[in-house]
């Protein structure tokens, strides 16, 4: 299968079934020294561990990670860093009733049409559960850029209908929130929302807004794999991510020239800086210092219980119910895996651009003959 592996030096490939022995992620690039165990990568994977609430899957998965290669004596070695986490509590008879049916707003038609046979257990390849992987490898990205001083932030930004309010957001209580949300006032507001949701038998859609702090200026390529370029497709190739804005967004759209554009000033001691970020830290392709801004939009858990016309392997339609464990929202445990991949395109261009220049490659290379 094709499309398994991401990036250029630093380089994922991640594997595994929703309902198989496991899933995990091997990971190439990686520069030797860099001080790591599982606790680290743990940390990580309890973000969007199952089970944490009603507001996630009942699926009761504790996603230990093991390392298996890679690692000696707390340090990575520059070698391939293979992580694996075991499923424990796979429930394929949950979906006996629909192995002939393709659910409405799922890859099961598309991934027949593709590769001629149909996964029924969670999804197969195409289940959430893959995302382990990314997120494994994401906290091993992130610890390489907290060596720079670069941090990755997300949140929940919506849920539904309901917003948080940028003067309200506490990011310090990101953590304790059961929907990632900086906002106490607006996450109980979301929180009734969903329930309203959970007794129709629905699911709700949301946003997760993504910052990055203390990247340098000069990250991204001008052309193909500007830096806007290279996380919109990382972070599309979340399942269910309809849209990937970066600063302002859509709404550059509806803006003028002299309203959008991010003016200098010089501040008291007459050092420069953008008086605005509208372009979300990103110009030409190219980082510009300022803070990195994204938000990415997922649509609704496509599984819900309520009874559908789906489309057979017969040609027919049939009314059914999906049975099974599933989120009524995807947002809250997708959080982390939106910071996973950002962090990812980060500390691979990073790494990209460390050649960029002759006068980088001399300063290692003048290091080693002295």
Request: charged share 25%; proline share 4%.
């Amino acid at each position: 299968m094709a499309g398994s592996t991401y990036g250029t030096i630093f380089r994922i490939t991640t594997w595994g079934e929703s309902h198989g022995p496991g899933v995990g992620v091997v990971i190439d690039g990686c520069p030797a020294g860099l001080p790591l165990d599982e606790s680290m990568i743990q940390k990580d994977l309890d973000k969007r561990r199952p089970g944490q609430s009603k507001y996630t899957t009942a699926r009761r998965e504790g996603d230990q990670v093991e390392i298996l290669s890679g690692i000696f004596e707390g340090k990575t070695t520059g070698t391939p860093i293979s992580l694996l986490v075991r499923n424990q509590d796979q429930r394929s008879r949950d979906y006996g009733n629909i192995a002939e049916l393709y659910r409405p707003g799922h890859a099961d038609i598309t991934f027949d049409a593709k590769y001629g046979f149909r996964d029924y257990r969670g999804g197969g390849r195409s289940s959430g559960r893959e995302t382990i992987g990314r997120v494994a490898a994401g906290a091993v990205a992130r610890k390489l850029l907290e060596t720079f001083g670069i941090t990755v932030t997300a949140y929940t930004r919506s849920i539904g209908p309901v917003w948080i309010e940028d003067q309200k957001a506490d990011f310090s209580r990101i953590d304790e929130s059961p929907l990632r949300m900086p906002d106490a006032e607006a996450e109980q507001r979301a929180l009734a929302y969903l329930d309203t949701c959970m007794k129709s038998l629905d699911s709700s859609g949301g946003t997760v807004d993504c910052m990055v702090q203390g990247l340098p200026a000069g990250l991204g390529e001008p052309v193909f794999d500007k830096l806007d370029a290279r996380l919109a497709q990382a972070v599309m190739s979340i399942g269910a991510v309809k849209a990937v804005e970066i600063g302002d967004g859509t709404k550059v759209a509806a803006s003028k020239g002299s309203l959008n554009n991010d003016c200098y000033k010089t501040d008291s001691d007459g050092i420069p800086y953008k008086a605005s970020n509208h372009s979300g830290g990103i110009l030409g392709g190219i980082s510009d210092g300022s803070p990195l801004l994204l938000r990415a939009s997922f649509k609704p858990t496509a599984s819900i219980a309520q009874t559908q016309s789906m489309l057979g392997r017969d040609g027919k339609c049939h009314e059914e119910s999906i049975h099974g464990r599933h989120d009524p929202i995807i947002v809250p445990r997708a959080v982390v895996v939106v910071e996973a991949m950002t962090a990812l395109t980060i500390a691979d261009l990073l790494l990209v651009n460390a050649a960029s220049r002759v006068e980088n490659l001399k300063k290692i290379y003048a290091a080693d003959r002295t």
